[in-house]
C-alpha cells in the first residue's frame, strides 16, 4: 500500500510538473501518512542527514573549481591546446568539441552547464567554418553527456555516497572507459565530416602543439591535483576538490589575472546555486530511499526483476535498458537515489563488481541525458545552435549507436573498469 | 484595489529583498567552505596535525548552504522538472500548470517549517560533538529556508495572478 501510494504520488507530481526535489520530498510525505507508524518530524530529519556528509561536500567544492577555472581563463587555454592536438583532424573542430566538453563534463557537476560553456566558444566556431549547425549541436550533445564517466565525476561521487563504494576507485575505473568513448566519438565525427568536406581549422605542428602546452602548463595543473591525488591515494576527492579550487584561485587571480576580486561573489554564488540544486534533490531524496528501504521496495522490485531472468547478461540488460530510459527522463541525481538501491540489491546475481556496477550505472544515466525526446544535453545543445530538437534528433543517431556499443563493451568487459580501479588503495 | 496592489507589491518587494540577502551568505557560506577544508588539508599534510573541528564545521556550512542555496535556485526557476507535457499547453493551460507546481511546492515547503522547526526543538539539548555548539542552531536552516521558499513561491504565484487580471 505504502509502495503505491510512494509510486503513484511521484508520477503525478512529476506530470504535474513540480520541481523533481518537491515531487520526490512530496511522494515521500505521502508514503509516510500511508504507513503510519513514524512522526511526520522524519522528513526534516531525513533531509538533514541526507546533507550533513563529508563525501557531499565534494559537489559544491569542485563546482567552485569549474567556475573558476572557466572564469579564469584555465578553460580556454586547455581548449587551445586540444585544438593543436586534435584540430588538425578532417572535422578538426567537432573533435575539439568532443575532447574539450568531455574534459569539462564532471567538473561542474552539471553537464548541462558545461555542455553550454563549451558550447559558447566552439559552436559559434563550428559555424564560421561552415560545419552544419545541427551537427555541431550533435557533437557537443554527445561529448557533454559522457564527460561525466571521466574524473571527476559528481554522480560517481554521489553513486559511491549511496553505495559506500569508493569514490577513488570509481574515478580510476572511469577513466579507460572515458578513453574509449572519447576516442569512438572523434571516430564518428571525423568520418561524417570526412565525407561532408569539412576541413581541418589548423595543420599539425609540433611548434604549435608546444607553444600551447607551455600556455596551459598551470592550467593542467588543476586536473592534475585533482587525479593525481585521488588516484595515488593521497587525498580523499572532497581534499582535493578543495586542493583544486584554491590552485583555480591562485592561477587565474594572481597568474592569468583574468578574475577581478569583484567579480568573485557572483561566480561563487552562482556555483553554490547549482551545487544546491544537486543537494536539495539530494536532501529529498533521502527520506524516499528511506520510507522506500522501511517498506524494502528496492528490495521487492529486484526480486520481481529476477522473477523474470537470473542469467547475468539478461540482467545486465535488463538494467541497462531501464537505466537508459530513466535518464532520458530524470535528472541524474534523482535518476541515481531511485535506482540504485534496487539495482544494489541484485549485486550478488550479476556478478560483476560494485565499482563496475557504478561506471555501468553512470555511463547509462549519462547515454540517457542525450537520447531523444528528452535529453537534457540534446536540449541545451540545441538551444545554443539554434536548431530544432528534431533535426538534432536525427543527427545524434551514428553517436548515440557507438555510445550504446561502448556501453556493451563497459558492462560486460570488466578489465577495462577495473584494471585501473585496482590500483587505486581502497 | 489600492490596498491589495501595495499589498501584492510588497509581497515582490520582500521576496526580492531576501534573496538578495540569501545570495551573499551563499558567498560567505562557500568562501568559508573553501577556507576551511583546505585548511585542514594543510593541517594534516603539511603540519602533521589534524584539526578536530573543520570536518563538523564544513558539514554544517553543506547544510545551510544547500538550503539557502534552494531558495535561491527556486526564485531563479533553474529547480529541474520533466517537462513532458507543458509545452503542449496554450499559454493558458501552461500558466494554470505553473500555478499548480507552485501550490505543491507550498504545500511540501509548509510541511518543512511545521516539522524542521518541530525537529530543531526536538534536538533543543543536543550539543555537537566536536564543535559543541547547540544542534539546533544547525537544524534551524530547514525551518527558515522553508519560509523563504514560501514567499518566493507566494510571489510568483501572484505575479502571475495578476497577470492574468491586467
Redesign the interface.
Known amino acids: 500500500m505504502t509502495a503505491e501510494a510512494l509510486i503513484i504520488t511521484l508520477l503525478v507530481?512529476?506530470?504535474?510538473?513540480?520541481?523533481?526535489?518537491?515531487?520526490i520530498?512530496?511522494a515521500s510525505?505521502v508514503g509516510i501518512l500511508v504507513q503510519g507508524d513514524f512522526q511526520?518530524?522524519v522528513?526534516?530529519?531525513r533531509?538533514?542527514g541526507g546533507?550533513?556528509?563529508?563525501h557531499?561536500?565534494a559537489v559544491?567544492?569542485f563546482m567552485?573549481a569549474g567556475a573558476l577555472m572557466e572564469a579564469g581563463g584555465i578553460s580556454r587555454r586547455i581548449i587551445d591546446l586540444a585544438n593543436a592536438l586534435v584540430g588538425w583532424l578532417p572535422g578538426g573542430l567537432a573533435a575539439v568539441t568532443i575532447v574539450s566538453a568531455m574534459f569539462f563534463a564532471g567538473i561542474s557537476g552539471s553537464a548541462a552547464a558545461d555542455a553550454a560553456a563549451v558550447g559558447a566558444i566552439l559552436i559559434p566556431a563550428m559555424k564560421k567554418s561552415a560545419y552544419d549547425s545541427d551537427f555541431s549541436a550533435a557533437v557537443l550533445a554527445s561529448g557533454g553527456s559522457i564527460g561525466v564517466i571521466i574524473p571527476p565525476s559528481i554522480p560517481m561521487i554521489i553513486f559511491g555516497f549511496l553505495t559506500g563504494a569508493s569514490i577513488g576507485q570509481l574515478f580510476a575505473g572511469g577513466i579507460l572507459p572515458g578513453l574509449l568513448v572519447g576516442i569512438s566519438l572523434i571516430v564518428v565525427a571525423t568520418v561524417i565530416s570526412r565525407r561532408r568536406g569539412y576541413g581541418a581549422t589548423v595543420p599539425f605542428s609540433v611548434r604549435h602543439v608546444g607553444r600551447t602546452f607551455r600556455q596551459a602548463l598551470l592550467a593542467l595543473g588543476a586536473p592534475l591535483i585533482i587525479l593525481g591525488g585521488i588516484l595515488l591515494g593521497?587525498?580523499t576527492a572532497?581534499?582535493s576538490?578543495?586542493?583544486a579550487?584554491?590552485y583555480a584561485?591562485v592561477v587565474s587571480m594572481a597568474v592569468y589575472r583574468e578574475i577581478q576580486w569583484r567579480a568573485?561573489?557572483k561566480i561563487?554564488?552562482d556555483?553554490?546555486?547549482?551545487?544546491?540544486?544537486v543537494?536539495?534533490?539530494?536532501?529529498a531524496a533521502s527520506i524516499f530511499s528511506w520510507i522506500a528501504a522501511i517498506e524494502e521496495l528496492p528490495a521487492r522490485l529486484a526480486g520481481a526483476l529476477l522473477a523474470l531472468t537470473t542469467d547475468r547478461v539478461f540482467l545486465l540488460l535488463l538494467i541497462n535498458l531501464i537505466l537508459l530510459i530513466a535518464g532520458t527522463?530524470?535528472?541524474t541525481t534523482a535518476a541515481l537515489i531511485l535506482l540504485v538501491p534496487m539495482i544494489v540489491a541484485m549485486l550478488p546475481a550479476l556478478g560483476v563488481d560494485l565499482v563496475q556496477l557504478g561506471v555501468i550505472v553512470v555511463t547509462n544515466l549519462a547515454i540517457g541525458m542525450l537520447t531523444p525526446p528528452?535529453g537534457?544535453c540534446l536540449i541545451v545543445a540545441g538551444t545554443i545552435s539554434g536548431d530544432r530538437l528534431g533535426a538534432i534528433a536525427w543527427r545524434i543517431g551514428p553517436f548515440l549507436l557507438v555510445l550504446l556499443i561502448d556501453l556493451m563493451i563497459v558492462t560486460f568487459y570488466a578489465p577495462l573498469t577495473m584494471w585501473l580501479a585496482r590500483m587505486v588503495a581502497h | 484595489m489600492m490596498a491589495e496592489d501595495n499589498l501584492i507589491n510588497g509581497i515582490g518587494r520582500l521576496s526580492r529583498r531576501i534573496n538578495a540577502v540569501v545570495e551573499q551568505s551563499l558567498f560567505g557560506l562557500g568562501a568559508l567552505m573553501i577556507a576551511i577544508v583546505a585548511a585542514q588539508v594543510f593541517f594534516r599534510y603539511v603540519l602533521n596535525h589534524s584539526l578536530f573541528w573543520s570536518e563538523e564545521l564544513a558539514r554544517y556550512i553543506l547544510v545551510w548552504l544547500t538550503f539557502l542555496g534552494a531558495t535561491v535556485a527556486y526564485r531563479r526557476g533553474v529547480h529541474p522538472r520533466i517537462d513532458l507535457f507543458v509545452h503542449r499547453l496554450g499559454p493558458r493551460g501552461a500558466r494554470a500548470m505553473r500555478i499548480g507546481a507552485h501550490l505543491v511546492a507550498m504545500a511540501f515547503l509548509g510541511m518543512l517549517v511545521i516539522y524542521g522547526a518541530q525537529f530543531a526543538y526536538f534536538v533543543r539539548l543536543q550539543i555537537s560533538p566536536a564543535l559543541q555548539i547547540p544542534k539546533w542552531t544547525v537544524m534551524l536552516v530547514l525551518p527558515i529556508s522553508g519560509m523563504i521558499i514560501l514567499l518566493h513561491a507566494l510571489a510568483a504565484v501572484v505575479s502571475e495572478l495578476r497577470e492574468r487580471t491586467s
Do not use: C
Request: glycine share 4%.
Open positions: 507530481l512529476f506530470a504535474l510538473n513540480a520541481p523533481i526535489a518537491i515531487a520530498g512530496g510525505v511526520m518530524m522528513m526534516a530529519q533531509m538533514f546533507t550533513d556528509s563529508f557531499l561536500l559544491p567544492l567552485f593521497i587525498f572532497t581534499e576538490a578543495a586542493i579550487v584554491v584561485l568573485l561573489p561563487l554564488i556555483a553554490s546555486v547549482t551545487a544546491s540544486v543537494m536539495f534533490i539530494i536532501a527522463f530524470v535528472e528528452m537534457i
